[in-house]
């Protein structure tokens, strides 16, 4: 079964701190993709990849940098977090453009004091 | 500019009734229609979809309706059960695009 984990699950940050997040996908998918989710905007894409090595700007990639060392990880780091950056992340992986499906992890929540 | 609208935001019936989750779309390109559920403290996953060539989708309780002249469509639950409360998410894709658009989401409680 598709698989895609995400770490840390919880995390506290303060304001201009560096924060990574990682993900990790078994499905062996090209494409990976990192969200955010807030009340009221549902879910916007930050960055995607096609594939390693390979780092695409979202709809929101302002404060946010990706990076894709392998097929299997994707990560997302906050150079200087800020406030409005707390949210729940989510990764997630899909095989193909257009009809696919996506897979997403379980979520991270960060809170930025 | 957000390119999928969903209705209502929130939604509450009582078990057994029909719960009926209204999307529309700006893009006439879009071609491909995900729907996705999600439970709270989980990530969504997909529930039903459905591609521009057909009017309608069905898997078991789940329904989607497609207008494409209109671009709307809607998700039809029917026998709404506790279980199904959930937050639910319209997709839309278009043939070789590098994304999924998303809309907000409609929140459904189901009452017991």
């Known amino acids: 079964e598709a698989a895609v984990t995400q770490s840390p699950r919880n995390k506290v940050a303060v304001t201009g701190g560096k924060v990574t997040l990682s993900c990790n996908q078994t499905n062996n998918h090209n494409n990976m993709y990192w969200y955010r989710q807030d009340t009221g905007h549902g879910l916007r894409l930050i960055h995607y990849?096609?594939?390693?090595?390979?780092?695409e700007k979202g709809d929101i990639p302002d404060g946010y940098k990706a990076s894709r060392p392998s097929q299997e990880n994707f990560s997302l780091i906050l150079e200087l977090a800020t406030p409005s950056q707390t949210s729940v992340y989510f990764c997630?992986?899909?095989?193909?453009?257009?009809?696919?499906?996506?897979?997403f992890g379980p979520g991270t929540r960060l809170t930025v004091l | 500019q957000q390119q999928v609208r969903q209705s209502p935001q929130s939604l509450t019936v009582w078990e057994g009734e029909t719960a009926i989750l209204n999307c529309s779309y700006e893009d006439s390109t879009f071609n491909y229609f995900p729907w996705y559920q999600q439970f709270p403290g989980e990530g969504p996953a997909l529930l039903i979809s459905?591609?521009?060539?057909?009017d309608k989708k069905e898997d078991g309780r789940f329904t989607i309706f497609f207008n494409k002249r209109e671009k709307k469509l809607s998700l039809h639950i029917t026998d709404s059960q506790p279980g199904d409360s959930a937050t639910y998410f319209c997709a839309a894709s278009g043939t070789n695009a590098y994304k999924v658009i998303f809309g907000k989401g409609t929140h459904l409680h189901v009452l017991p």
């Open positions: 459905i591609s521009s060539v057909s």
């Open positions: 990849s096609y594939g390693a090595g390979s780092t």
């Open positions: 997630a992986s899909g095989e193909t453009w257009g009809e696919a499906e996506q897979f």
